[in-house]
C-alpha cells in the first residue's frame, strides 16, 4: 500500500527555518517524481516543489525560489524541503506526493506566527 508519513512542521516564528521529511513506502520509490504541495487555510492546495527521479532537477514555485530546497534519499526512500525565511504567508499544511500516484498523506502543519 502506498503510504507517505510526512514530519518535521510545528510553530516557527517568521524568518525562522524548518526542514520537512516525507518517508514514502510501497512504491519504487527511485522510479517516481516527487512533489510537495501546501494548502493555507482557506486557500487551495498548491504545488510547492518538484524534484526529478535522481534529484539532479528541483523546480519551485516562485515564491518559493531561493527559500526552499527540495532534496530526496532513494535509499531511504524520503524526500526533504528545507525551508528559509519564513513568512506568515507560508502558513500551511505540507504534503508530499509521487508525481503520477493519486495517493496523499495526512501532511504535517506550519503555522508561521510571532
Known amino acids: 500500500q502506498v503510504q507517505f508519513v510526512e514530519s518535521g512542521g510545528g510553530l516557527v516564528q517568521p524568518g525562522g527555518s524548518l526542514r520537512l521529511s516525507c518517508a514514502a513506502s510501497?512504491?519504487?520509490?527511485?522510479?517516481?517524481?516527487m512533489r510537495w504541495y501546501r494548502q493555507g487555510p482557506g486557500k487551495e492546495r498548491e504545488l510547492v516543489a518538484t524534484?526529478?527521479?535522481?534529484?539532479?532537477?528541483?523546480n519551485y514555485a516562485d515564491s518559493e525560489k531561493g527559500r526552499f530546497t527540495f532534496s530526496r534519499d532513494n535509499a531511504k526512500t524520503t524526500v526533504y524541503l528545507q525551508m528559509n525565511s519564513l513568512t506568515p504567508e507560508d502558513t500551511a499544511v505540507y504534503y508530499c506526493?509521487?508525481?503520477?500516484?493519486?495517493?496523499w498523506g495526512q501532511g504535517t502543519q506550519v503555522p508561521v506566527s510571532s
Open positions: 510501497g512504491f519504487t520509490f527511485s522510479k517516481y517524481a
Open positions: 506526493k509521487a508525481m503520477t500516484l493519486t495517493y
Open positions: 524534484i526529478a527521479v535522481a534529484g539532479g532537477f528541483t
